[in-house]
C-alpha cells in the first residue's frame, strides 16, 4: 500500500456578495406583492400570507453573515429570485467545470497538470447529466488517466477524498485531482424564508499525491472514513424521470428541501460518533487535534460538535468557520476552512476535516503536517 498526501488546495470566490439585508429586503418586496396579488385567497382562507424574513433572525440561526453568489441580480430580483446564467454552447466549457478548473489551478500551484492522472469531480448537483463534467476539467486542464462525477450531497468533497485516496494507496493511481464546484444558488428556493439564507456558490480544489518523496509542504492522509445512513430530511426531488411522471410545472420539491429541526437533531449524535469512533480507531485522543474543519451549515452545530469531539470549548482558530463569509456551500465548506486555516500548522500536527449533510452522509479525514 501507498502512502497518500494532501499537497494542495485551491478555492474560486464569486465577485459577487449578498448581505443578509439584501437577501431579506428582496424577499420581503417578494412576499409583500404574492400577499397583494393572492390578497382574495388569503382573506378565505385558501393561502397563508407570507411573513417577512429577518437578518438578526438568520445571524442568530446559522451565523451566516453574507454569501457569494455567481449572479447577483437574478436572486434579488424580486420578479425572479432566482440566478440568470447564460446558457453555453456545447461548445464552451459549462460553468461547472470553469469554475472548478480555477480552483484546481490553484490547488495544482507548481505541479504539471499533465501529472494528474484521476479527476473526480464531486459536487450536490450536475450541470448536465453527461459527459462528465469531471471529463470536461480533466481536458482543460490538460491532466491524463481518466475522470468521473460523484455525488454525495454535502459529503462530497471527503468521500471524493476517500476515493482518490484509496486509488492511490493501491497504485491504480498516483495524482489526483478531487474538485467540488457548488452552485447551490441554482438549486436554493430563493422565495422560501425558511432556508432562503442557507447557500452561497464557490469551487474548491484539493490534490492528492502519492507521498514519495515530496519536498513542498503538505499533509499525510493519515486515514479516512465515511458514512451513510438514509434520510429524507433533506431532499430535491428534480430528476431525468421529470418527464416521464408527467411533473414538469415548477414544484417546490424541484428545489432543495430540509426539515432543518430534524436535521440538527439527528445528524449531530450521528456526526459525533462518527468522528469519536474515527479517532479512536487511529487512537488519536482530543488532546492530540490541533484543528477541525467541519462542515459549514451552522455555527451553533459546529460549536456543538467541536465541544463534544474535545471535550471542551474549543480555543479560538482551533475550529476555525467560514460560513459567516460564505454560508454553505455545501460539500466545499470543509474545505475552504481547510484551505484557509491550515497554513500556520507545524510540523507533527494532526487535525480533522468533517463533512455532513443530505444522505444523511459523514465523511472525515485524519491528517497530519509533514
Ligand atoms: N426570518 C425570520 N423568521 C424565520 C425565518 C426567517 N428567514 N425562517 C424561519 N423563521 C421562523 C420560523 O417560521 C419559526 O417560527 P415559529 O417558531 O413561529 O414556528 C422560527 O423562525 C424558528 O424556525 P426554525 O425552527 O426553522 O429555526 P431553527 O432555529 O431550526 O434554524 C436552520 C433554522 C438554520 C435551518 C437550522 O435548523 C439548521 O441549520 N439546521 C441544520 C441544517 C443543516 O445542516 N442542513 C444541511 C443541509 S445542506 C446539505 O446537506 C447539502 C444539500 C445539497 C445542497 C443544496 C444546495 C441548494
Not at 459536487?123 to 448536465?128: H, K, L, V
Given at each position: 500500500m501507498h502512502r497518500v498526501a494532501i499537497t494542495g488546495t485551491g478555492v474560486f470566490t464569486p465577485e459577487n456578495v449578498i448581505t443578509n439585508d439584501e437577501l431579506v429586503a428582496a424577499f420581503n418586496a417578494y412576499a409583500d406583492r404574492w400577499n397583494a396579488e393572492n390578497a382574495v385567497a388569503i382573506a378565505a382562507g385558501e393561502l397563508t400570507e407570507k411573513t417577512h424574513s429577518s437578518s438578526d433572525f438568520i445571524l442568530a440561526a446559522s451565523g451566516i453573515e453574507r454569501r457569494y453568489v455567481l449572479d447577483k441580480a437574478g436572486v434579488l430580483d424580486p420578479d425572479r429570485m432566482y440566478p440568470k446564467l447564460t446558457p453555453r454552447n456545447d461548445e464552451d466549457p459549462s460553468v461547472m467545470a470553469e469554475i472548478a478548473v480555477d480552483a484546481a489551478r490553484k490547488a495544482l500551484g507548481e505541479v504539471d497538470p499533465g501529472t494528474v492522472d484521476l479527476v473526480i469531480c464531486a459536487?450536490?448537483?450536475?450541470?448536465?447529466?453527461?459527459?462528465a463534467v469531471a471529463v470536461e476539467v480533466q481536458q482543460l486542464l490538460g491532466a491524463g488517466g481518466f475522470a468521473f462525477d460523484m455525488n454525495v450531497a454535502c459529503s462530497s468533497a471527503t468521500f471524493g477524498i476517500q476515493t482518490a485516496a484509496d486509488m492511490i494507496r493501491t497504485g491504480s493511481v498516483k495524482t489526483a485531482l478531487v474538485v467540488n464546484p457548488e452552485i447551490c444558488s441554482a438549486h436554493l428556493e430563493w422565495r422560501d424564508r425558511d432556508c432562503h439564507f442557507i447557500f452561497g456558490d464557490v469551487a474548491t480544489a484539493t490534490l492528492l499525491q502519492r507521498d514519495e518523496g515530496l519536498t513542498g509542504p503538505h499533509f499525510k492522509v493519515k486515514s479516512t472514513r465515511c458514512a451513510t445512513q438514509f434520510s429524507n430530511n433533506i431532499r430535491n426531488?428534480?430528476?431525468?424521470l421529470r418527464r416521464a411522471h408527467d411533473q414538469m410545472e415548477d414544484r417546490r420539491d424541484m428545489q432543495f428541501m430540509q426539515n432543518g429541526r430534524k436535521v440538527f437533531k439527528e445528524v449531530l449524535p450521528l456526526v459525533s460518533r462518527h468522528i469519536a469512533g474515527h479517532m479512536d480507531e487511529e487512537g488519536i485522543t482530543p488532546d492530540d487535534l490541533k484543528r477541525l474543519w467541519l462542515h459549514q451549515a451552522n455555527k451553533t452545530m459546529n460549536d456543538y460538535i467541536g465541544k463534544k469531539v474535545l471535550g471542551r470549548d474549543p480555543e479560538p482558530g482551533e475550529q476555525p468557520n467560514i460560513l459567516q463569509d460564505y454560508a454553505n456551500t455545501s460539500s466545499a465548506g470543509s474545505i475552504i476552512a481547510f484551505s484557509k486555516h491550515s497554513a500556520d500548522m507545524a510540523p507533527g500536527d494532526v487535525g480533522l476535516i468533517c463533512s455532513f449533510g443530505a444522505g444523511y452522509s459523514v465523511g472525515s479525514v485524519i491528517v497530519e503536517r509533514a
Open positions: 459536487a450536490s448537483n450536475m450541470e448536465r447529466a453527461y459527459p426531488n428534480n430528476g431525468y
